[in-house]
């Protein structure tokens, strides 16, 4: 939720004055955003390449005297803006070359850590950038740069440069660290600082409506594209037998399209086109002239002409063209493909290229993912490229037109996924993964809560999704950021079944964690029947009934189930199916839809006995990973303690086997996956953890949330001030290298544990108002403390060692709210005029402090 100035005035007459070992807890600072933009400068600034942070010079100027000369720029953590320089002086005209990077290493890489070709996620693809400084002033990049710490500026053409500043105008809310709703420290600050990498990675990923700007522009001269990630049209699929002409302007490098390629799905195998200029004098100086030549048809295919780690890309051909491609003159392009994997391209009606797609023998659709049915075409150039499009036709081999497109209407940036996002939306990370993924969310919208409190960043993206769901059911399990049109929605929701369908039932899990921190009933009672289409459109999907357990449709291209390549009837997504079904069933009950409720409660129950029939293991006791497979991985484990599946008995034998999963920074998957990469996975870590807490293994769970996120914390060189996708099994580095995304969402569920479990405040009740005060006992640390959002103000609460060694707490909650208090102890305790008591206690605090003493 929001705090209004009336609730903070409010809050600011409070006083908490501290009983125990830990500082007052501080109140929430007042804070209004600025009115015009924020501007985020560098902390550090080096005339060199280097990762050594050269603190005080951040304000010189950056002076280029040799073309080949390289400024290093460190803004301490990850920042997302528009990047803006300042020229003050510039002799004749200067070209640079920026690079942007998360990790110091990607500097060291000619793409920086991209491309991110991943998604259209209304940012640059590109991770280098080329400008023509041509006058002195500000010059400002068209596109945002999702997120980075690290900025390297290389002269490349000129003789003298000088850059009064350089930094990010912000595309992204810059709230402090004080005017959170939520707050946590503890006397190590390694904790302290884990907790805040949740509201620092909130604020680099979640977006309001109106500040991830269009990528494309439209002109009276059509769509003025810059090189980036081509945009494709969902207007017309799977076309056979056809030709797509259009006419484009090269404003200056390049031109490029695809044809025939999956529409924002996660796969691209339709062959990629780059047309390249004749490269007039005063091009960019740093042309890869091997990659793209002038005068050049290249053709790729895969995510883009460059490999970037899971992003495969290939270079099939190079077609030289035998005249000049003349930039700034129309030029009409036609691509036929007749549908026998042939294609032909026409520059002005002379043929310049012609190809058998599948005779490169590379990049052929991977049949083991699933989605991706539908196809089109999309217009994006290469890098520092840019030019115009328009009057785009498609005609089938028959005659018939059945597209077509002048492409000088704004309707064309939302029919091709490029437009300027208009809800609240939350990316799954700062830079690739710029898609809003349902399911990951299932950690993160519970970090929203515990973090800064900021509703909107919960309630927002479930509106987004809601906002795509078709008459099926079928929420999208990935959305653009984009707004969709009618066709869009439906063929882009549609073409990803049934990839991940048990996020349907982790985004019931989400919408019920919003409302028991919120109390929201007017959210729950107008998406109620969405939830329950949602619902039964998953079951239809994933639910076997031979088995009652997940997996029926959700095999790959129905790859037979029980076969090597189908997917787990496994514990952890029947757990996410269960944990779905009974978070609906408690909504339904509120809501008094009985016969939904109790529907819910009986599939739950029955995909309860079959976990406990079907996949115990009783000669090595454990769950198996699917019915007939012996084996069991991380997330099995993980989910039977969250999902408290079976006895406690098995849960606590089936726990035993984690010991063999331990590595440095965490746990991995276990006999199964064998063959693919090893890294640990906070996503997964995350259900650990929270599965060890439930367990009340606090042990284990301290254990790992140090071995997995305090890694993330270390403040050297690849240190970003937010989460991490993945970390390196030996903890020293993030796990995929320059390509993780270290402002990555979903993996965030410390903020969560460090307020639910170590400082022990968890809702009972919908909006709090019953709660839980209950640390994990024997958690390791001298003091924590922390404030809590509710709709009723904060809670706020602490937990330390007195001088004589006993635990003391404290707590004080809005009038209203009752705290149900269970000792982290055992043995009585004392408080106001109770003593000894030696059961849990309901406490009513009424804003003011109470002190509780171990006896
Ligand atoms: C703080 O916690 C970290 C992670 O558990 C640990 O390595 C460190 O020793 C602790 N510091 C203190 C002062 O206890
Ligand atoms: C082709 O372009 C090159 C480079 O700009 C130029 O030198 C050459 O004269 C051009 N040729 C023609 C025929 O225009
Ligand atoms: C850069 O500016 C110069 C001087 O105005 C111009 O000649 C050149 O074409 C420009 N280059 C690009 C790539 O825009
Ligand atoms: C990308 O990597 C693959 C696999 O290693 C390789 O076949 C391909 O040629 C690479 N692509 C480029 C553009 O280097
Ligand atoms: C495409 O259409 C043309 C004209 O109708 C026909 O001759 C050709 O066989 C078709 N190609 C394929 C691959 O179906
Ligand atoms: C409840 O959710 C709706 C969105 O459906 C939102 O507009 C409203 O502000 C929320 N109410 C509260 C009290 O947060
Ligand atoms: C639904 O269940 C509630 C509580 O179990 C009960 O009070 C109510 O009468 C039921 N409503 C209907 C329509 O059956
Ligand atoms: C139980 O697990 C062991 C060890 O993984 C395996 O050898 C055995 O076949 C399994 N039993 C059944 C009934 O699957
Ligand atoms: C880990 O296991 C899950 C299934 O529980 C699987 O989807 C994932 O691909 C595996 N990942 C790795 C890195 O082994
Ligand atoms: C940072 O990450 C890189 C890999 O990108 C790794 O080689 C290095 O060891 C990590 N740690 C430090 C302190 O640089
Ligand atoms: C408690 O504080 C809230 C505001 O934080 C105020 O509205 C309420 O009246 C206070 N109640 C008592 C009993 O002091
Ligand atoms: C106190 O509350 C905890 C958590 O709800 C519960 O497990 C425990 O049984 C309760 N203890 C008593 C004595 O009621």
Redo the contacts with the bound molecule.
């Keep these: 939720m929001i705090f209004g100035p009336l609730t903070l005035l409010a809050a600011c007459f409070m006083r908490v004055v501290s009983a125990g070992p830990w500082p007052s807890i501080p109140l929430q600072q007042p804070y209004s955003s600025p009115t015009g933009a924020a501007y985020l400068y560098p902390t550090s600034i080096a005339n060199t390449l280097t990762d050594a942070y050269i603190n005080g010079s951040a304000g010189d100027p950056i002076v280029f005297t040799t073309v080949g000369q390289t400024y290093t720029l460190d803004y301490g953590r990850d920042v997302a803006g528009y990047p803006v320089f300042e020229v003050a002086v510039v002799e004749g005209y200067a070209q640079i070359e920026v690079k942007y990077s998360e990790a110091y290493n990607g500097l060291l890489e000619s793409q920086g850590d991209g491309p991110f070709a991943f998604a259209n996620g209304l940012a640059g693809t590109f991770r280098v950038e080329t400008f023509n400084l041509t006058h002195t002033g500000n010059v400002s990049s068209y596109f945002i740069q999702g997120s980075q710490r690290w900025q390297s500026i290389t002269l490349i053409k000129g003789s003298y440069l000088k850059l009064s500043s350089v930094g990010f105008k912000s595309s992204v809310e810059q709230t402090p660290l004080d005017s959170w709703g939520g707050y946590f420290a503890s006397s190590n600050t390694t904790y302290t600082d884990i907790w805040a990498l949740g509201p620092y990675t909130q604020q680099l990923v979640c977006f309001a409506p109106g500040t991830q700007t269009s990528t494309w522009e439209i002109t009276e001269n059509g769509a003025y594209i810059r090189g980036q990630k081509p945009a494709t049209t969902a207007q017309v699929v799977n076309l056979k037998n056809y030709t797509l002409s259009f006419e484009t302007m090269v404003e200056y490098g390049g031109t490029g399209w695809r044809v025939d390629t999956e529409i924002d799905a996660i796969q691209a195998t339709g062959p990629i086109f780059v047309l390249t200029s004749e490269y007039p004098d005063g091009s960019f100086a740093n042309i890869d002239q091997s990659l793209v030549p002038p005068n050049t048809l290249v053709v790729g295919r895969g995510w883009s002409l460059q490999n970037q780690t899971s992003l495969p890309g290939y270079i099939l051909d190079k077609f030289p063209v035998l005249f000049n491609v003349t930039e700034k003159v129309w030029h009409t392009i036609k691509t036929t493909s007749p549908g026998d994997n042939t294609y032909t391209v026409l520059l002005d009606d002379l043929e310049i290229a012609h190809f058998n797609i599948s005779s490169y023998g590379v990049g052929d659709p991977n049949p083991y993912i699933p989605g991706g049915t539908y196809k089109s075409f999309a217009f994006g150039p290469w890098q520092d490229q840019a030019a115009y499009v328009r009057n785009a036709n498609v005609v089938l081999s028959t005659g018939e037109t059945v597209y077509s497109n002048p492409m000088t209407s704004d309707d064309v940036l939302v029919e091709y996924g490029v437009q300027t996002n208009e809800m609240y939306t939350c990316s799954d990370s700062g830079k690739r993964d710029r898609f809003s993924w349902l399911g990951d969310r299932l950690i993160s919208a519970r970090a929203v809560m515990a973090g800064t409190g900021d509703a909107r960043f919960v309630w927002g993206p479930a509106e987004e999704a809601f906002s795509r769901q078709v008459s099926s059911g079928q929420i999208p399990i990935n959305t653009l950021f984009s707004p969709l049109d009618t066709k869009g929605t439906l063929i882009r929701t549609t073409n990803l079944d049934p990839l991940l369908v048990d996020y349907n039932f982790d985004f019931m899990q989400v919408i019920f964690n919003y409302w028991m921190s919120s109390g929201n009933n007017t959210f729950l009672q107008y998406y109620w029947p969405k939830m329950v289409s949602a619902t039964s459109y998953a079951i239809s999907r994933s639910l076997d009934l031979d088995t009652q357990l997940y997996g029926a449709l959700s095999a790959p291209q129905n790859v037979p189930l029980g076969s090597e390549k189908g997917q787990a009837l496994g514990p952890a997504s029947t757990i996410s199916l269960i944990l779905g079904l009974e978070r609906m069933a408690i909504m339904a009950s509120y809501l008094k839809d009985n016969g939904t409720a109790n529907a819910y409660r009986k599939q739950a129950e029955l995909s309860r006995i079959a976990i406990d029939t079907l996949l115990w293991?009783s000669?090595?006791r454990?769950y198996?990973s699917s019915v007939g497979i012996?084996?069991y991985d991380v997330m099995d484990i993980a989910q039977v303690l969250l999902g408290e599946v079976g006895t406690v008995e098995r849960r606590a034998q089936f726990l035993e086997k984690l010991a063999s999963l331990k590595v440095a920074a965490g746990y991995i998957n276990g006999t199964r996956y064998e063959d693919t990469p090893r890294v640990v996975n906070p996503y997964y870590m995350s259900f650990l953890l929270e599965g060890l807490a439930k367990f009340g293994e606090t042990e284990l769970a301290q254990d790992l949330l140090d071995r997995t996120w305090s890694p993330m914390v270390r403040k050297d060189r690849n240190y970003t001030g937010a989460y991490w996708e993945y970390v390196s099994i030996d903890g020293v580095y993030p796990g995929l290298d320059i390509f993780t995304g270290q402002s990555h969402f979903w993996g965030s569920y410390p903020t969560v544990f460090l307020t639910d479990y170590v400082l022990g405040i968890r809702a009972l009740k919908p909006a709090f108002n019953e709660f839980l005060f209950a640390p994990l006992p024997g958690f390791r640390t001298e003091w924590v403390h922390g404030r809590v959002p509710t709709p009723s103000g904060s809670i706020y609460a602490a937990w330390g060692y007195n001088s004589d060694g006993k635990v003391v707490l404290e707590i004080n909650a809005p009038d209203g709210l009752v705290c149900v208090f269970v000792p982290p102890f055992n043995g009585s305790f004392s408080y106001g005029k109770e003593v000894g008591v030696t059961q849990n206690a309901t406490i009513i605090s009424k804003n003011s402090t109470i002190t509780i003493v171990e006896d």
Excluded: E, I, L, V
């Design positions: 293991n000669t090595d454990y198996a012996t084996g």
